[in-house]
């Protein structure tokens, strides 16, 4: 054979052995880089639709329909009250304090984002009406008790304690199983401590003190 053509075959075959030797580096390094991607858009994929706390507070849409949860909860019961921090008369300024504005009724709390969704999981058309809140008021006054207890619930709200805060915000003290708690609320969005009530019982709550507040 030749010696020129062997060294050509030479050649070929230092050149085959030299791109078997590089090719497993470079499927490798591939196979790294597509796992990369696979990792990015798994990651992609799965970004929860979750929001801080802090998310909702600052939307002032928070609790239209579209932007309700049914697995958000929250837990209302996280303020405890005592000493002189409890004091009605400390919480708002004397124009707003017990206004009885008249604006507050069932048109209102129908309104609430939340309200259609949960109603109907709760199987419940209606809060209590004014009437019987007023009632309810009426009846603890003749016997000089502070409290009354809310419909469809255990809580023994202090009507004497709702103060209105602003045009629709209001402070109240309600005590449950024994324990005093200090709440806010805003009628006009259904909020209660800044998030939608977990429960028909925590609904009713609401709608007493909006009442309260609030009912003509």
């Not at 990792?39 to 929001?51: E, I, L, P, V």
Request: include cysteine; charge should be positive; hydrophobic fraction near 30%.
């Amino acid at each position: 054979m030749p010696l020129l053509l062997r060294r050509g075959l030479l050649a070929c075959v230092v050149a085959v052995m030299a791109l078997q030797a590089v090719e497993p580096g470079l499927s490798k390094q591939k196979n790294n880089t597509n796992k990369r991607r696979n990792s990015q858009s798994s990651r992609t994929k799965s970004t929860s639709s979750f929001k801080h706390p802090d998310y909702w507070r600052r939307n002032p849409n928070r609790w239209k329909q579209q932007y309700w949860s049914p697995v958000q909860r929250y837990n209302h019961w996280n303020r405890p009250c005592n000493g002189l921090g409890c004091d009605p008369r400390t919480w708002a300024p004397s124009s707003y304090r017990n206004t009885r504005r008249g604006w507050y009724n069932s048109s209102t709390y129908r309104g609430w984002g939340w309200w259609g969704s949960r109603s109907a999981a709760w199987d419940y058309g209606a809060l209590a009406a004014g009437s019987i809140i007023a009632a309810a008021i009426t009846s603890a006054q003749r016997t000089q008790a502070p409290t009354i207890v809310v419909p469809d619930s255990s809580y023994q709200l202090n009507y004497r304690s709702v103060q209105a805060e602003t045009d629709n915000g209001i402070r109240f003290l309600v005590s449950r199983g024994g324990v005093t708690y200090q709440m806010d609320a805003d009628c006009r969005d259904g909020e209660l401590n800044g998030y939608a009530p977990n429960n028909l019982s925590e609904a009713q709550l609401l709608n007493a003190a909006c009442e309260v507040a609030y009912g003509s």
